[in-house]
Structure formats: C-alpha cells, structure tokens
C-alpha cells in the first residue's frame, strides 16, 4: 500500500506564492517519478511538473518560469513552488508518485485526495 499526503494549497492574491508538500508512504523505497497534476472545474486533470529520480524535470508551458518542482532529502517527497500565481492557476493540484517494477515491467501510479489553490484577490 501506498499512501501519498498533500499539504500547502489555500488562498492566495494574484502575484502571490503558495509552496506545496507531498509525501509517499507505504511499501515502495524509492518512487522513479514524482510530479504534480492539477484539475480546474469541468476541465481534465493535466500534468503541471514532473521530477525523475535523475533528476530530470518537465513543466507545463504555463507554468515554466514560475513553479519549480524539487525533490526532498527525505526519500519520496516532492515540492512544487509556485511563485507569480495567477487567477487561471487555480484548481485542485494532485501529488502523483510512479514507480517501475522492473521484475514485470509494470509502472504503477499513485495519486494523493488534491488540495485546493485558488488565486484570487
């Protein structure tokens, strides 16, 4: 079992910045990829950032420039800062951690319950 918990969204005024936290619990070590998903209202929930165990990353277009995603010290964390928030920002923002079990080939994903970030004055 895997359990992955969210923490940081909220309220924020345009221009502002929120820092999210996200960490996996459960049965795997070492997740290979730990990124940030977000889900506006009526909308399909899209990637925001993505961080690889190399460290390798990939941002949205609408983000680049303004969010940055890291990886913690402590195995299987992932931050996303957002600085420069803008009204189209808002939405719910999922953790999502994925991990290749090399003795199927299988990836398996893992998502966190989202936390809210509204931008808004």
């Known amino acids: 079992q895997v359990q992955l918990v969210e923490s940081g969204g909220g309220l924020v005024q345009p221009g502002g910045s929120l820092r999210l936290s996200c960490a996996a619990s459960g049965s795997i070590l070492s997740m290979d990829a730990m990124g940030w998903y977000r889900q506006a209202p009526g909308k399909q929930r899209d990637l925001v950032a993505r961080v690889t165990n190399s460290g390798s990353t990939n941002y949205a277009d609408s983000v680049k420039g303004r969010f940055t995603i890291s990886r913690g010290n402590a195995a299987n964390t992932v931050y996303l800062q957002m600085n420069s928030l803008k009204p189209e920002d808002t939405a719910v923002y999922y953790c999502?951690?994925?991990?290749?079990?090399?003795?199927?080939?299988?990836?398996?994903?893992?998502w966190g319950q989202g936390t809210q970030v509204t931008v808004s004055s």
């Open positions: 999502n951690a994925g991990f290749l079990r090399l003795s199927t080939g299988t990836w398996s994903d893992y």
